[in-house]
């Protein structure tokens, strides 16, 4: 009996970092009363969402990361949805990041596109975390999409920039860790929580166009065959960045009376990819659009807010990637 504990635990001495980390809860706060109210100091309360990232999952951020995302960072996460008196605010997300220096764990606060708010760290044993790191962390990060912090890596994602690595000095190795910790987050909230986001997105939407009185009959109805048949008729083949199939409508009705629609569609382009969100009103005007994550660059922001107020034109009209997309999501989520 002597023998086999010594072989027991000379076994878990010889176990690499990353399978004993195999073992641990990765995502959650310690503290999450404290956590959230530094993070989103005017929350009034948090909801709790635990769901397990499965392989399923992994291989779909795998497709869009530029690092590997690894068997034991799957099991179950928890999301913490941020409400003042009830109205989403953001989320946090806590993160384990293997580092050189050993585990790091980070909880990123998210706003409700994904775009990153705020972050601080929850485990962190490297000397000079919160002085020497956490600005330039910030710095990095905060108020970016997606996109915009993939790009602060190089091409192939296995370091920062040149141009940062020169700036950041010795401290250029451990953003790095950090960076890759913010692109998992926002990439594991956005496909493992897909509809708890979207919903919540929608309603924060009419909140702020309709207000709290709004109330939405959910229309989830795929694009129908003679619909998708029409339109790929009509752009001769071609289209918008949009996957049609995907497309679904919410009608928005107050007192009884149709007051708009939301259309939600995945999109992609090359890298990019994404959720579409836009507003219409019932004379065909775009009153609101957001894409989850957060719109990849300014230029696609600019171009697509330019649509903002105005009327979806016909086809032969459109000379942008922001108005085909418009007209298609009108004519396949519309009679």
């Given at each position: 009996?002597?023998n086999?504990?010594?072989?027991?635990?000379l076994?878990?001495?010889?176990?690499?970092?990353?399978?004993?980390?195999?073992?641990?809860?990765?995502?959650?706060l310690r503290?999450p009363?404290s956590?959230i109210?530094?993070?989103?100091?005017?929350?009034?309360q948090?909801?709790?969402?635990v769901?397990?990232?499965?392989?399923d999952?992994?291989?779909?951020?795998n497709e869009?990361?530029?690092?590997?995302?690894?068997?034991?960072?799957?099991g179950?996460?928890t999301?913490?949805?941020?409400?003042?008196?009830?109205?989403?605010q953001?989320?946090?997300h806590?993160?384990?990041?293997l580092?050189?220096?050993?585990l790091?764990?980070?909880?990123?606060?998210?706003?409700?596109d994904?775009s990153?708010?705020?972050?601080?760290f929850?485990?962190?044993?490297?000397?000079?975390?919160?002085v020497?790191?956490?600005?330039?962390?910030l710095?990095l990060?905060?108020g970016?999409?997606?996109?915009?912090?993939?790009?602060l890596?190089?091409k192939?994602?296995?370091?920062l920039?040149?141009?940062?690595?020169?700036?950041?000095?010795?401290?250029?190795?451990f953003?790095y860790?950090?960076?890759?910790?913010a692109?998992?987050?926002?990439?594991?909230?956005?496909?493992?929580?897909?509809?708890?986001?979207?919903?919540?997105n929608?309603q924060?939407?009419?909140?702020?166009?309709?207000?709290?009185?709004?109330s939405?009959?959910?229309?989830?109805?795929?694009?129908?065959?003679?619909?998708?048949?029409?339109?790929?008729?009509?752009?001769?083949?071609?289209?918008s960045?949009?996957?049609?199939?995907?497309?679904?409508?919410?009608?928005?009705?107050?007192?009884g009376?149709m007051e708009?629609?939301?259309v939600?569609?995945?999109?992609?382009?090359?890298d990019?990819?994404?959720?579409?969100?836009w507003?219409?009103?019932?004379?065909?005007r775009?009153?609101d659009?957001?894409?989850?994550?957060?719109?990849?660059?300014?230029?696609a922001?600019?171009?697509?807010?330019?649509?903002?107020g105005?009327?979806?034109?016909?086809?032969?009209?459109?000379?942008?990637a922001?108005?085909?997309?418009?007209?298609?999501?009108?004519f396949?989520?519309?009679?």
């Open positions: 009996m002597k086999l504990v010594l072989t027991l635990l076994f878990l001495n010889l176990l690499p970092l990353s399978r004993v980390v195999e073992g641990r809860a990765f995502c959650a503290d009363v956590s109210n530094n993070l989103f100091p005017e929350a009034t948090h909801q709790s969402l769901k397990a990232i499965n392989a999952i992994r291989s779909e951020i869009v990361l530029p690092f590997t995302l690894h068997f034991n960072e799957l179950k996460h999301l913490y949805v941020v409400q003042k008196y009830g109205d989403a953001g989320f946090v806590v993160r384990s990041e580092t050189e220096w050993g790091v764990e980070i909880a990123w606060a998210l706003e409700l994904l990153m708010r705020n972050l601080q929850q485990r962190c044993r490297i000397p000079g975390c919160d020497k790191h956490l600005p330039n962390i710095d990060t905060v970016k999409s997606y996109s915009e912090i993939r790009d890596l190089s192939d994602g296995t370091s920039r040149p141009d940062l690595q020169t700036k950041l000095g010795d401290s250029h190795s953003s860790s950090a960076i890759k910790s692109l998992k987050t926002i990439l594991v909230t956005g496909m493992a929580w897909n509809e708890e986001v979207g919903e919540l929608r924060a939407m009419i909140n702020r166009h309709y207000g709290h009185e709004a939405v009959s959910v229309v989830d109805i795929p694009v129908n065959e003679l619909k998708l048949k029409q339109l790929d008729e009509i752009m001769g083949g071609g289209g960045m949009v996957e049609r199939e995907s497309v679904k409508s919410f009608q928005i009705q107050r007192e009376n708009g629609t939301i939600t569609a995945n999109w992609r382009d090359g990019y990819r994404g959720m579409y969100h507003l219409f009103d019932t004379e065909k775009v009153i659009i957001l894409t989850i994550p957060n719109w990849p660059n300014e230029q922001r600019t171009s697509f807010n330019q649509l903002l105005t009327k979806i034109m016909d086809e032969e009209q459109c000379h942008t922001a108005q085909i997309a418009g007209f298609e999501l009108y396949l989520s519309h009679n």
